[in-house]
C-alpha cells in the first residue's frame, strides 16, 4: 500500500473540501481498509460526467485498497433530497425508482470495480425504522440547525413551502453513515451539510466520525452551467463515442484541466505534468483536448472507438466531409419549404424559434453550404433540400428524403 502522503496526493487531486484533512490522514495512518461511501439516490435513468465525479474518486479509493460501500438510497428517494432545490421535489413511485437504481448501478459499474464494490439500500435499515426509533433520531438535531443549510433558509425568505419530510432527509443521510460505520463519506459541494451531520450524528453516538470529502460540481460544455441535461450541456455516460468526442472538444480551454482531474483514470502525477506543459507552452491547448477526449471516451467504450472517433471529428471539423452516418429523415414534400419547420420536423432544432435563431445565427448549412437568406425570410424550394444533408450546428445532421 502507498504511503501516507501518496494516498493524500491522490485523494486531494480535484477535491473541494476534506473535513478535517488531519483525520483522513490518521484514518489512512492506522493501515487498514477504510470504508468510503457514496449515498445516490436513483432519481434519474440517465447518467452524465458530472454524476460520474464522485464514482471517479470512489475508484481511487478503490486502487488504493479500500473498501467502497455504493448505498442505493431507494428510502431516501421516497424523501428527494432537498439540496441546491428551491422547491419540493415529485414524489418517485417505488417502480420508477427501481428501474432508475437498475440503469444507475449498471452505468455505475464502466467506472466502479464491481468486485471490490459493497452494494447496499438504506430500505435496509431505514424502513424498519419504527416511531419511537425516528423520534430518538430526530432528538439529535435542532430545527436551527437543520434551518441552518442556505437552500432552506432561502426557500424560508421567500415564503416557498418547506415539507416537514424534507428536514428529515439529513438524519436519514446521516443515519446510512451510522449503519455501515463509514470512515468517509463523498459528495458534491452542495453535500456538505449532508455530509457533516452524518459526522455529527456519529460522534454523538461515540463512534469514530467519518471524514466528509466534497468534489466540485462540473460545468458542462457550455463552461457556465452544472452539466445537466435541462441545460443541454451534458455529456451522457451511454453517449455514441463521436458524440461524446465532439462534445468533449467543444468545452473551453479553461476547463481542461478540470476535466482531467475530475473525469479520467489517469494518475495525478501524469496530469500534473500536462497542467505545467500547457502552462510552459510545450503542448498546444488542442492537442491537450484530443488526448482528453481519447481518454474519455476510451474509458466508456474502448480504445478503437476513441480512435474511430477522433478520425470522424477530423473528417467533418478539421476537412469539412459530413459524417458516414448521416440519418435519413422522411417529411411531406411542400414548395416553399419553410426552414425552421423542417429543422424541427427533422430534429435539428427543439423549436421553429430555435430553428429561426440556428439560421439568423448562420449555423445552418445544406450539403455544406451556409444558408444565406434575406433577413426575416426562411423559405427555401423543395429542390433546394430534397435529397440533400441539412446541418444545424456543430453536430446535428440529417438527410431530407420524400
Not at 109 to 128: C, H, Q, Y
Amino acid at each position: 500500500m502507498l504511503s501516507v502522503a501518496e494516498q493524500m496526493k491522490t485523494i486531494e487531486s480535484g477535491a473541494a473540501d476534506i473535513v478535517p484533512a488531519a483525520a483522513l490522514r490518521d484514518k489512512l495512518a492506522s493501515g487498514r481498509a477504510l470504508i468510503v461511501k457514496l449515498g445516490v439516490d436513483p432519481t434519474a435513468p440517465d447518467l452524465h460526467l458530472g454524476h460520474a465525479v464522485p464514482l471517479r474518486k470512489l475508484r481511487q479509493f478503490q486502487d488504493l485498497g479500500h473498501t467502497v460501500v455504493l448505498i442505493i438510497g431507494d428510502f431516501t428517494a421516497l424523501i428527494g433530497d432537498p439540496s441546491g432545490r428551491s422547491s419540493t421535489r415529485p414524489a418517485l413511485t417505488p417502480e420508477e425508482i427501481e428501474a432508475n437504481a437498475a440503469t444507475y448501478i449498471e452505468q455505475a459499474f464502466k467506472i466502479l470495480d464491481p468486485a471490490r464494490t459493497v452494494m447496499r439500500r438504506n430500505s435496509e435499515w431505514l424502513g424498519g425504522l419504527d416511531f419511537a426509533k425516528i423520534l430518538w433520531l430526530t432528538s439529535q438535531f435542532t430545527v436551527a440547525r437543520i434551518l441552518e443549510r442556505d437552500d432552506f433558509q432561502k426557500r424560508y425568505r421567500e415564503g416557498v413551502g418547506i415539507s416537514l419530510h424534507e428536514l428529515l432527509y439529513p438524519m436519514a443521510q446521516a443515519y446510512d453513515s451510522v449503519a455501515i460505520s463509514a470512515d468517509v463519506e463523498l459528495g458534491g459541494t452542495d453535500q456538505l451539510f449532508n455530509l457533516l451531520a452524518g459526522r455529527e450524528l456519529m460522534e454523538k453516538l461515540d463512534m469514530e466520525p467519518q471524514v466528509c470529502l466534497t468534489l466540485p460540481l462540473l460545468e458542462g460544455t457550455d463552461g457556465v452551467q452544472k452539466m445537466s441535461k435541462s441545460y443541454g450541456n451534458y455529456i451522457g455516460l451511454t453517449d455514441a463515442p463521436e458524440n461524446m468526442f465532439g462534445k468533449v472538444m467543444s468545452i473551453p480551454d479553461a476547463l481542461m484541466m478540470k476535466y482531467y482531474r475530475l473525469c479520467t483514470a489517469l494518475p495525478v502525477a501524469e496530469i500534473d505534468g500536462i497542467e505545467a506543459d500547457l502552462a510552459g507552452g510545450s503542448v498546444h491547448p488542442n492537442e491537450a483536448k484530443r488526448r482528453l477526449a481519447r481518454d474519455i471516451v476510451t474509458l466508456y467504450h474502448d480504445e478503437q472507438a476513441a480512435r474511430a472517433a477522433e478520425e470522424a471529428f477530423d473528417r467533418v471539423f478539421k476537412r469539412g466531409e459530413l459524417p458516414e452516418d448521416v440519418p435519413d429523415v422522411r417529411v411531406e414534400p411542400a414548395d416553399p419549404v419553410h426552414l425552421p419547420m423542417l429543422l424541427k420536423v427533422a430534429g435539428l432544432a427543439s423549436t421553429t424559434s430555435e430553428g429561426r435563431r440556428l439560421i439568423d445565427q448562420g449555423a445552418v448549412r445544406i450539403d455544406g453550404k451556409p444558408v444565406d437568406l434575406g433577413p426575416g425570410e426562411y423559405d427555401v424550394a423543395w429542390s433546394a433540400v430534397e435529397g440533400r444533408v441539412v446541418q444545424a450546428g456543430k453536430r446535428r445532421y440529417a438527410r431530407i428524403l420524400s
